[in-house]
């Protein structure tokens, strides 16, 4: 089924890279004309001349709310409204445990997480309004769900999207704006490379991370910013219309079950170490006898 965004204007974050670049793609390739908003100048320049009249890049961080009012205004006011928003910036946030955690750390992950996707739409809703609705798409992630995905900061802030997606589906739904989040899985996308990262260890990490990718859930191959990109269209699209207030989990199956369950070298591993179990058992009885 393709899905048509004709005559859409869409607010993208974080569209420079990952996740957000490829939906700039799918989003243009649908008919949108998209507002790439990011902190990263370079790649959100290069993507402008890759898409002329389709795609205007607008520097914003999410981290400052007059940031982020600032670019739904300009996408309002460069291509005459605003139907679309996807919350999708970010980046691991503050790495550190619970039991070292600071205020300022936490705070810091908050703020890059969750405060940007309730202020995104807080400052999207009025151009939404004047249209007579709107979709908005948050990224989350499986960290929401599942202890262990993620650093703990990170994971509870995408937790608060999944929860404040849900909210503002119900307080928006007077005005026809649909929210909706996206869990993604384990995406090779630059999220693992950060930018400070020598650039040796960085090809080296993504080297690794290509290399292991396909073993990392029941859908034996990498997951890729495109199958996020696709899910974004579902969700802002009208193929959707009736859905709001939910997420949908794109991660190759990772949260079906533990290891065990699907994969048949764990099967098999753990069947030896039964087996091994069984027989120094059976050798104790014999002994014991
Ligand atoms: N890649 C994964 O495995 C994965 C899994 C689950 C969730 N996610 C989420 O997907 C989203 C996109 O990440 P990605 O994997 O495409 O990573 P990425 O690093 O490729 O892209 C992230 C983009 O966000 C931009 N960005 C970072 N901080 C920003 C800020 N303060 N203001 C504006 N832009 C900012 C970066 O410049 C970059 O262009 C993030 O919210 C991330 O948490 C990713």
Redesign the pocket.
């Known amino acids: 089924m393709s899905i048509s965004l004709d005559g859409k204007v869409a607010v993208i ?9 490829a939906s700039v793609e799918r989003f243009v390739e649908a008919g949108a004309k998209v507002l790439a ?4 100048e370079a ?1 959100g320049r290069l993507l402008e001349a890759a898409f002329p009249g389709q795609v205007v890049f607008q520097t ?4 400052s709310e007059d940031d982020i009012a600032v670019t739904m205004e300009v996408a309002s006011q460069t291509f005459g409204g605003l139907d679309i928003l996807f919350n ?5 946030g503050s790495p550190t445990s619970l039991e070292e955690m600071t205020g300022e750390l936490w705070d810091y992950s908050q703020n ?2 969750l405060r ?1 996707v309730a202020l995104g739409m807080r400052y999207a809703i009025p151009h939404m309004k004047a249209r007579g609705g709107g979709a908005i798409v948050n ?5 929401a769900l599942s202890a262990g995905m993620g650093p703990i900061a ?1 994971s509870a802030a ?1 937790a608060g999207v999944l929860h404040l997606s849900k909210c503002a589906a119900a307080e928006l739904s007077k005005y026809s704006i649909r929210v909706n989040a996206i ?10 490379t ?1 930018g400070d990262m020598p650039s040796q260890i960085k090809s080296a990490v993504q080297l690794t991370m290509r290399s292991g990718a396909h073993m990392a859930q029941p859908i034996q191959r990498p ?1 890729e ?1 495109d199958d ?1 990109a696709q899910a974004a269209l579902y969700l802002a699209g009208p193929a959707s219309g009736f859905v709001t207030g939910t997420h949908l989990v794109v991660d190759g199956g990772m949260l079906v079950g533990p290891r065990s369950s699907w994969d048949p070298e764990e099967q098999a591993r753990r069947l030896k170490e039964r087996e091994k179990l069984w027989a120094g058992a059976a050798e104790l009885s014999r002994s014991d006898a």
């Open positions: 974050t974080g569209a420079a890279s990952g996740i957000g670049r908003a990011d902190i990263d790649g914003c961080d999410v981290m999708n910036a970010g980046a691991g890059l997480l940007s990224t989350a992630s499986v960290a990170y995408k869990c993604p899985g384990f995406i090779l996308t630059n999220i693992f950060p997951g910013a996020i």
